[in-house]
């Protein structure tokens, strides 16, 4: 587990490691930080996958169809999926937390620089390669957006399963107000790689405790293995290490 990541990659020691804490009242209003223009084509959805960490929609990624500009980003950033991440109940879930507290899930949606780099493995490697917008999820009403996907889950209960999952426009869960905080951080699993702009949007969205169930029963484990669902997939907050975190 998190605990463990260090010994095999050191970068989890590293000096902008994510997710954090966002401390609102230390965060740093920066007049020069635009809006965010998601810019999504349903069709470049292709298929929804449980790849035994999380679920994920995968987009297709060879050419500009699904962009997101502006925010804190120079040039455009190419979407190629987005997953989730969640808790074993309903009190805990979110990988960031919001002065200590935390919510019940966490959407992320992952961009890398097409402009600069020339596959999503380069872009990886890069200090400026990648963009996960963030979204908070909180217990409410039921997602009629997030029931598309909830509806799916059975069908990838198990690791390695996947299946078609067209015309999708993943704006469709975003919250009303795209305000943000941004900061420089890394992927939240292995390898950590310390190349993400982090956009993690104030306004969470909602969703029901059924359907959070829905994720917890699917399998981290495959065919052939003994069942063990997926239960928790969330890594706890990294030190900040003198790191800004800016708000528009």
């Known amino acids: 587990g998190p605990a463990h990541w260090k010994e095999v990659f050191p970068v989890a020691n590293g000096d902008r ?22 810019n999504y084509d349903p069709a470049s959805a292709k298929i929804i996958l449980n790849n035994g960490h999380s679920t994920s929609v995968e987009f297709d990624d060879t050419v500009n169809k699904s962009v997101l500009t502006g925010g804190p980003l120079s040039g455009t950033y190419r979407l190629r999926q ?92 975003l919250p009303k107000s795209l305000d943000y905080w941004t900061y420089f951080g890394s992927l939240t699993v292995p390898p950590l790689l310390e190349s993400v702009i982090w956009i993690v949007l104030r306004e969470p969205i909602s969703v029901c405790s059924e359907q959070l169930a829905k994720f917890r029963s699917l399998l981290s484990t495959a065919e052939d293995e003994v069942a063990c669902c997926l239960l928790r997939n969330y890594r706890p907050p990294q030190p900040l290490r003198g790191r800004e975190v800016r708000r528009n």
């Open 17 to 38: 490691q994510s997710p954090i804490d966002i401390k609102t009242e230390e965060t740093k209003y920066d007049p020069s930080l635009r809006p965010l223009k998601p």
């Open 82 to 173: 987005i997953h989730f991440h969640w808790g074993s109940n309903d009190e805990a879930g979110s990988e960031h937390t919001v002065d200590g507290m935390k919510y019940a899930a966490e959407l992320h949606v992952v961009h890398w620089n097409a402009e600069k780099y020339s596959s999503f493995v380069e872009a990886a490697r890069q200090s400026d390669g990648l963009a996960v917008m963030a979204v908070f999820l909180k217990i409410g009403e039921c997602n009629p957006q997030l029931k598309k996907i909830t509806d799916r889950l059975d069908t990838i209960k198990i690791k390695g399963k996947k299946a078609l999952f067209t015309n999708f426009d993943p704006s469709c869960l």
